[in-house]
T-cell receptor
Framework: DADVTQTPRNRITKTGKRIMLECSQTKGHDRMYWYRQDPGLGLRLIYYSFDVKDINKGEISDGYSVSRQAQAKFSLSLESAIPNQTALYFC??????????????FGEGSRLTVL | GQQLNQSPQSMFIQEGEDVSMNCTSSSIFNTWLWYKQEPGEGPVLLIALYKAGELTSNGRLTAQFGITRKDSFLNISASIPSDVGIYFCAGQRYGNNRLAFGKGNQVVVIP
């Protein structure tokens, strides 16, 4: 089983609908991230959380919200989806232990299409 | 925003050839990472570099941490079809908890 699991893997929705992407991890990491990938733009950080009580905006947080329900769970919501939010979304985790180098572990991605 | 420059965006190489790619920045980084993303998958770490000048290999892959701390290089020797994918560089600056990513380099291997 994957250490970082994303659901759903694929979703097609309509403009204006609310969408939630979920992420769970079994690595025991305290830090979790949501990235968006678009062709030619690489990976852009949406939100990140360093522990259950910590939520931080990334580069492109507008139109998104997150919830850190537990150490192992971090969900991304689109309150009212729009077509330019069509993208591949990745959840990632890493450890915040002192001296840790920051290597990220990624889920398999959630492909979202907004019509 | 992103601080790392990767070029070219895509590369078409003949099977068996070597391929090199680099990643540059105007800022100093204390860690460089190279990831590979295969179709339908998330990025997976290939090589991590922690010291300026460090040269590290992983099978046919070799990466170097530039001595200026502002760049890194990845080489793939004797390419094979399964090398196809997007290669991302990532860097971490001292005191910054987040990774900066390059835009990726799409590699296509022609049999």
């Amino acid at each position: 089983d994957a250490d970082v699991t994303q659901t759903p893997r694929n979703r097609i929705t309509k403009t204006g609908k609310r969408i939630m992407l979920e992420c769970s991890q079994t690595k025991g990491h305290d830090r979790m991230y949501w990235y968006r990938q678009d062709p030619g733009l690489g990976l852009r950080l949406i939100y990140y959380s360093f522990d259950v009580k910590d939520i931080n905006k990334g580069e492109i947080s507008d139109g998104y919200s997150v919830s850190r329900q537990a150490q192992a769970k971090f969900s991304l919501s689109l309150e009212s989806a729009i077509p330019n939010q069509t993208a591949l979304y990745f959840c990632a985790t890493n450890s915040g232990l002192a001296g840790y180098t920051g290597e990220l572990f990624f889920g398999e991605g959630s492909r979202l299409t907004v019509l | 925003g992103q601080q790392l420059n990767q070029s070219p965006q895509s590369m078409f190489i003949q099977e068996g050839e070597d391929v090199s790619m680099n990643c540059t920045s105007s800022s100093i980084f204390n860690t460089w990472l190279w990831y590979k993303q295969e179709p339908g998958e998330g990025p997976v770490l290939l090589i991590a570099l922690y010291k300026a000048g460090e040269l590290t290999s992983n099978g046919r892959l070799t990466a170097q941490f530039g001595i200026t701390r502002k760049d890194s290089f990845l080489n793939i020797s004797a390419s094979i079809p399964s090398d196809v994918g997007i290669y991302f560089c990532a860097g971490q600056r001292y005191g910054n908890n987040r990774l900066a990513f390059g835009k990726g380099n799409q590699v296509v291997v022609i049999p």
